[in-house]
């Protein structure tokens, strides 16, 4: 049996963090510890991680070599700040997140010598034990500085996902571009629905086949 060569602790109950966790720990490394906020969900977390034991948030930061933030909003920032002056936090320690983070509190982090990144999945996550086989099929931003860009590619690449590059500058671009991205995305869902209601499903199923293959590749996404 391969050794666990990463903790990883989760906060929070955000099905992306779940479904992280999950994928780090079919690559071998070893779920430490969780904790969720009393404001959060823990049904899935439960159902997920159900071995994995339940801390508070200064104590499943300090067992974790990396601590994935597994929250949104106003609950990230409540989060970030309650490690930060907790202090349990180690050198080079990864803490990863999956929304922005205002410059001030991420400075912060970054001063207690840990390293800092985001993750933008380029897919829906649901929480359920799907995930990590989507993953396996999908793209992850990884928003960072440029000394950092390699921890978070492994990270990801760890998670099998493909990990590319977006700075720290151009991260809101990525936002509205992806944002953008499922609006179009919601649209075209509903157009399908029309189109299986009046021509067929099979009709549907095609013109999604079709835009499915048009974009799995760079060289398709270049030619938008």
Request: proline residues 6%.
């Amino acid at each position: 049996m391969t050794t666990p060569r990463l903790s990883v602790g989760v906060i929070g109950d955000d099905p992306r963090g779940v479904a992280l966790a999950q994928a780090l720990r079919a690559a071998g490394h070893s779920v430490v510890a969780r904790s969720v906020p009393p404001e959060d969900r823990a049904d899935h977390v439960d159902a997920l991680l159900p071995e994995v034991p339940v801390h508070d948030i200064s104590e499943t930061t300090e067992r974790s070599d990396v601590v994935v933030l597994a929250t949104s909003d106003t609950a990230l920032e409540t989060v970030v700040d309650a490690i930060t002056d907790v202090g349990r936090m180690t050198p080079g320690q990864i803490i990863c997140r999956f929304e922005p983070l205002d410059a001030g509190r991420m400075r912060a982090l970054e001063a207690k010598g840990v390293v800092s990144c985001r993750l933008v999945p380029m897919l829906t996550l649901t929480g359920s034990s799907l995930d990590v086989s989507a993953m396996r099929r999908a793209f992850c931003a990884v928003v960072s500085a440029a000394t950092v860009w390699p921890v978070g590619q492994t990270l990801v690449a760890e998670s099998g996902m493909t990990p590319f590059f977006v700075s720290e500058e151009a991260e809101h671009a990525l936002d509205e571009a992806v944002t953008q991205l499922s609006t179009t995305m919601e649209a075209f869902s509903g157009q399908l629905r029309q189109v299986a209601s009046v021509v067929g499903p099979e009709a549907s199923d095609a013109l999604a086949s079709w835009l499915s293959d048009e974009f799995s590749t760079p060289s398709g996404l270049s030619n938008v």
